[in-house]
């Protein structure tokens, strides 16, 4: 099951908290998956991929409209088979089509001052028809209303701005879509338009996402330091070699022999992790600057050495 699908059988345990709302959500579901046939009489269709969801516009529509209705299913072969469902409404379709002016661009409920619970009631019912939303294990995070109708992609985004949740409209082939980008604020849309569990799985997944990036990050610069110590362990050790090979150790401060020593028992060693060794076991006082000046010194005097004896 898709996480799109998943989030909208949450949305059909929502139920609204007055007359307004609900009939705001029958609004938006018309004006998204619905088309009014003309005719005498007037016929009004609701189309959906989900037969949850027309389920849920009759149940709505039957609350407030003394309705006739049948329902239809066909399969879209361009879409793997895929089942779709259409309640046709006879009776009772003009008091639909009168009520939420469904041949005029809004009804009179849209134009009055919505409540929070009211807006989000409108982009439940879009989002039940035209939304879609990215499943958290995806890469990327993206939640999209859909319509080839300008005015209404226009209208959701006023609403979903209006709750501060930052839409921006982009056009995808025939289709204008509404859509957020931002992880966190789709979480928070989840759970305005009714998707609490959702949002909660949405919420969890994005928190282990990025904990294991974090883990990730963390090995990867473990790995890169490791590799610079070796580098550096590798020429220290060159150096130590050749002067143990070639140069009068006798010559050497006690010093320098102890850092050769320490650096020769322990080569897979940060400066850091000899720092430590050489406090425990021979002097508190090193700093690892002072580490650092000693082994550029064996540098320097291998070096000298080579070029002075053309070795």
């Not at 002067?243 to 400066?271: A, F, I, Q, T, W």
């Amino acid at each position: 099951m898709s996480f799109s699908k998943t989030v909208k059988d949450d949305l059909l345990k929502k139920s609204n908290p007055d007359l307004l709302s609900d009939k705001l959500e029958i609004e938006a579901m018309l004006r998204f998956g619905g088309e009014v046939i003309l005719g005498n009489p007037l016929r009004l269709s609701f189309t959906s991929s989900l037969m949850m969801v027309v389920r849920r516009f009759v149940t709505l529509a039957k609350k407030y409209y003394p309705i006739e209705y049948e329902i239809e299913s066909r399969k879209i072969e361009r879409l793997d088979s895929q089942s779709v469902y259409t309640c046709i409404v006879g009776l009772g379709a003009d008091l639909i089509i009168k009520d939420l002016n469904m041949i005029g661009q809004a009804s009179s409920y849209r134009e009055k001052t919505l409540s929070v619970e009211q807006k989000t009631a409108y982009l439940r019912g879009a989002f039940l028809v035209r939304g879609t939303v990215n499943d958290p294990a995806s890469k990327s995070s993206h939640l999209e209303i859909s319509s080839v109708n300008e005015g209404e992609i226009v209208f959701v985004q006023k609403i979903m701005n209006s709750l501060d949740f930052n839409a921006r409209i982009s056009k995808r082939k025939n289709y204008l879509i509404a859509y957020i980008k931002a992880k966190n604020t789709i979480g928070t849309f989840l759970y305005a338009i009714g998707a609490q569990a959702s949002m909660e799985y949405y919420e969890d997944m994005i928190i282990t996402k990025e904990i294991k990036a974090t883990a990730l990050r963390s090995v990867n610069l473990d790995v890169a330091n490791q590799d610079k110590t070796n580098e550096a362990s590798k020429e220290q050790l060159k150096y130590i070699q050749f002067l143990e090979y070639n140069y009068p150790l006798g010559e050497l401060d006690s010093k320098l022999l102890m850092v050769m020593k320490v650096r020769k028992d322990y080569p897979e060693h940060s400066l850091t992790q000899l720092l430590e060794i050489i406090h425990e076991e021979y002097d508190p006082k090193l700093t690892k600057s002072g580490l650092n000046h000693r082994f550029r010194k064996l540098k320097e005097i291998a070096v000298e050495f080579k070029e002075k004896h053309k070795l």
